[in-house]
């Protein structure tokens, strides 16, 4: 049953919420800590721990009081150790690296005021916290923590279509699937995730591409307006003109500034459409690497198709997939006969493609990222060549070779290269509503996003499939770097630990970021008792 919890967002938090009354850009004191404990009524709950600064005990003695105080704040709202929500929370995360951590609580929360009430108290036992949407991060720490407050914002999962129909009101919690089978109903989408499984949250705050970022960009130049909960507990209506500085933030920033409880999509007309799946031999490669070439210089003839490719090693076996989109019910359309001549003269030996719907496509894209196995996202970003992409190609092959053998789990070993172009028809979106923080711009021209993904099942092949990520980045990069290919964006949502996407966006944008930070989050509670995600020095 679907929760309410957005439907009922003024009626159950109306003393948090701060809302802009005014076309004019907004400003923003935070509260100190006490008026938020007293605000929220935690006043006897907290009366008898010491302040974060002298509350002695190291993590896990400073997490166990604040577990102890949220059972009492939010008796059914906190799921411990040894219950059966508590596993089945733990072991629903996609990634196996998350879903071994151990955190001493998770909140499940039901309301806003809950979040804010899990919030105090992680400031005030200096706890350290981690907010969940969906859990498709790879990244250890993005949305669990060993021993900290896990802020479960799954039952934000309402969808909403305005009566004009343009705008679409999602929560956090809500997953792709769930936002494209609610719009597909009124012949509309928005430009979100690609794979049903994946979080709105996380998705849309580092980015986010789409099938159909050929119309509007990533799914955060799409958002009209955040619903933030701040570290003081209210929430700010967030837009181009009440809080024009932290709207930058929220595009790309990250989770470095405040907990978004609802998203505000503009929504894009999209009934069926043809798409699907196609599978060739790896000897394909130059023809599918020249395709994706040609049509990443091309893309302005038809910013309806979208490409993605990849190549991929599996069960002992290599095959190459190249993903359509059209955004329109026309099989093979003149840009992709046009762009792809050459891989059109190979057969596939599957083809999936069809008129579907927005649904069907990202279910069909999730199955190929199953749950529970170790992963490993890595990324970089080149310059259009399909010289590059052909030696990226050979140097992954040749190295998953050299290890293929030496994994303690051959079944569950799965290597993949995929390419995804970024075109200026793209790029040129970057900059609608004052822009975003990523830092690219149609000036680049063509750029061709990658992202290294390895899937496997024994921890104890990490540091042998890590070695083997940085192998073939270190190659491909020295390659790309002598030809002038490489290119500085990192995009948050496919790095790894180790790399800084924030960084990545150019010294002003995080000159900007770093004044959002000091304006609206001063205490660095999102820096500091949120580490897990990519901060702003990195």
């Known amino acids: ?198 979080g709105v949250g996380g998705l849309a705050l580092g980015g986010g591409m789409s099938y159909i970022s050929g119309r509007g960009g990533f799914a955060c130049d799409n958002v009209l307006k955040f619903h933030v909960m701040m570290a003081d507990g209210h929430i700010l209506e967030v837009d181009e003109k009440s809080h024009p500085l932290l709207y930058f933030a929220l595009r790309g920033g990250g989770n470095n500034f405040g907990i978004v409880l609802r998203f505000d999509f503009e929504t894009y007309p999209l009934g069926e459409f043809w798409g699907g799946i196609r599978v060739y031999p790896v000897e394909a490669k130059e023809a599918i690497n020249g395709g994706l070439s040609s049509f990443n210089d091309n893309a302005w003839d038809d910013p309806d198709l979208a490409v993605i490719t990849s190549f991929i090693h599996r069960s002992g076996n290599w095959y190459s997939t190249v993903i359509f989109d059209y955004a329109k019910p026309q099989a093979n359309p003149p840009i992709l006969t046009t762009n792809f001549a050459d891989l059109l003269k190979y057969t596939p030996s599957r083809d999936t493609s069809r008129i579907t719907n927005m649904t069907q496509f990202a279910v069909e894209l999730g199955q190929g990222t199953p749950p529970g196995l170790r992963q490993q996202f890595t990324t970089v970003t080149y310059r259009n060549s399909a010289e590059v992409q052909n030696r990226m190609v050979d140097i992954f092959m040749e190295e998953v070779k050299n290890i293929e053998g030496r994994m303690s789990a051959k079944e569950a070993f799965a290597p993949i290269v995929a390419f995804q172009p970024i075109p200026p028809s793209i790029s040129s979106k970057f900059s609608k509503r004052g822009g975003n923080a990523l830092g690219v711009s149609p000036d680049d021209g063509p750029l061709i996003l990658v992202n290294l993904c390895f899937q496997w099942s024994n921890a104890a092949d990490d540091q042998l499939v890590i070695s083997t990520i940085d192998r073939v980045l270190e190659k491909t990069n020295e390659f790309a770097r002598s030809k002038g290919l490489l290119h500085d964006y990192i995009y948050m949502n496919y790095a790894a630990p180790y790399q800084k996407p924030v960084t990545s966006y150019g010294a002003e944008n995080v000159k900007k970021l770093r004044k959002a930070q000091e304006e609206y989050d001063p205490s660095l509670v999102f820096e500091r008792l949120q580490p897990g995600g990519f901060k702003l020095d990195m």
């Open 1 to 198: 049953m679907r929760s309410h919890a957005l439907s009922t967002w003024f009626l159950s938090s109306i003393t948090l919420v701060a809302t802009a009354m005014s076309a004019q850009a907004q400003s923003y004191i935070p509260r100190p800590l006490d008026d938020m404990i007293k605000d929220l009524g935690l006043e006897e709950y907290v009366k008898d721990i010491p302040s974060g600064d002298n509350l002695e005990g190291n993590v896990a003695a400073r997490c166990i009081i604040a577990t102890e105080v949220l059972r009492r704040v939010l008796p059914s709202e906190v799921e411990m150790p040894g219950s059966g929500a508590y596993t089945s929370n733990k072991e629903s995360y996609w990634a196996q690296q998350q879903s071994t951590l151990s955190p001493s609580c998770f909140v499940a929360a039901k309301s806003p005021k809950s979040v804010a009430k899990a919030l105090a108290i992680s400031r005030v036992t200096q706890c350290p916290f981690a907010v969940r949407s969906g859990g498709h991060s790879d990244v250890p720490g993005a949305s669990n923590t060993e021993e900290g407050i896990v802020i479960d914002l799954r039952a934000f999962n309402d969808i909403k279509v305005s009566e004009d129909k343009k705008v679409a009101t999602v929560g956090p919690g809500a997953t792709w699937a769930e936002v494209y089978r609610h719009l597909d109903e009124y012949g509309l989408t928005v430009i979100g995730g690609r794979a049903s499984t994946v």
